[in-house]
């Protein structure tokens, strides 16, 4: 072992039957606890051997940092829900590419907001591998507003949940033109009382308005720090297909007045 439990749950665990710490014993243990026998070499100048758990991780991330081979950082990590989206329609992304910088992408200023997208007739591919946003160079050709240099359009669209993801916040003020949603009724809605949605909602709307909720909590926009109160599944009705529809004497799909028409049904199992 490289941790044991604390002297909390060693008093717990010991009121326990014989049976279940002797099963117990034969099992790693996964928790937190006190390290032991997690001394390293001499040289190397870490031993964590009696700390507990959480002390323990601070004074690795310390000794890596100190010898320049690791540092503390925060990860997050969400599904990948293709939030770049190379065609027309969709929320564009409010950035900007000036020429002659590193290539970094700027924001455009607040009050060019909401950048809205070109009215337009063309929507085949640009031929590469960006959206055709890309070939309309009135749109897509712009300026630095820092600067005055030239600059670029990301031509990449969101995929319309970047809006669906904070819809619910929206419907309580939708006439609002000078903030997301009133304060006073976004403090007299929310939050939502009841979710209804399928099952992939909680791997993708539900996941991720629920992580947007929580930026514009961080940021002040709303009050709750949950969207939503309580979730209700109607799960996914699965099964085979099964439909009929009318041929005419033609072979072509034919009308309720048609006389000579015979019914086609469709499915392994139809018993209509």
């Known amino acids: 072992r490289v941790v044991s439990p604390n002297d909390a749950s060693s008093s717990s665990s010991s009121s326990s039957s014989s049976e279940s ?66 065609r027309y329609w969709g929320e564009p992304f409010p950035l900007i590419y000036p020429e002659g910088g590193d290539g970094s992408a700027v924001a455009i200023p607040e009050d ?3 950048l809205m997208l070109p009215e337009t007739d063309q929507f085949k591919p640009s031929g590469t591998p960006e959206s055709p946003l890309a070939v309309i160079d009135s749109w897509v050709n712009t300026t ?13 669209t969101m995929p319309q949940w970047a809006g669906s993801c ?37 791997v993708l709307h539900l996941l991720y308005a629920r992580f947007w909720h929580k930026v514009l909590y961080d940021v002040g926009v709303v009050s709750t720090k949950e969207p939503f109160g309580r979730l209700v599944s109607q799960g996914m009705i699965l099964g085979e297909v099964e439909y009929s529809y009318l041929v005419g004497a033609d072979g072509k799909v034919a009308l309720d007045d048609d006389p000579h028409a015979t019914v086609v049904k469709v499915g392994a199992t139809y018993s209509a």
């Open 166 to 202: 904070w819809y619910y916040l929206r419907f309580i003020d939708p006439g609002n033109s000078a903030a997301l949603v009133d304060k006073a009724k976004e403090q007299y809605w929310m939050p939502v009382d009841l979710y209804v949605g399928g099952a992939e909602h909680a």
């Open 144 to 156: 630095d507003p820092a600067t005055g240099a030239p600059a670029r359009r990301e031509t990449s």
């Open 21 to 86: 710490n002797d099963a117990d014993a034969a099992l790693p243990y996964c928790e937190a606890g006190v390290a032991v026998a997690s001394s390293s070499s001499s040289s190397s100048g870490l031993d964590i051997n009696g700390l507990p758990t959480a002390d323990a991780k601070a004074q690795i991330i310390e000794w890596l940092e100190a010898k320049g081979i690791g540092k503390r950082q925060v990860n997050y990590k969400l599904r990948d829900w293709l939030f770049a989206r190379q």
């Open 112 to 114: 060019q907001l909401p």
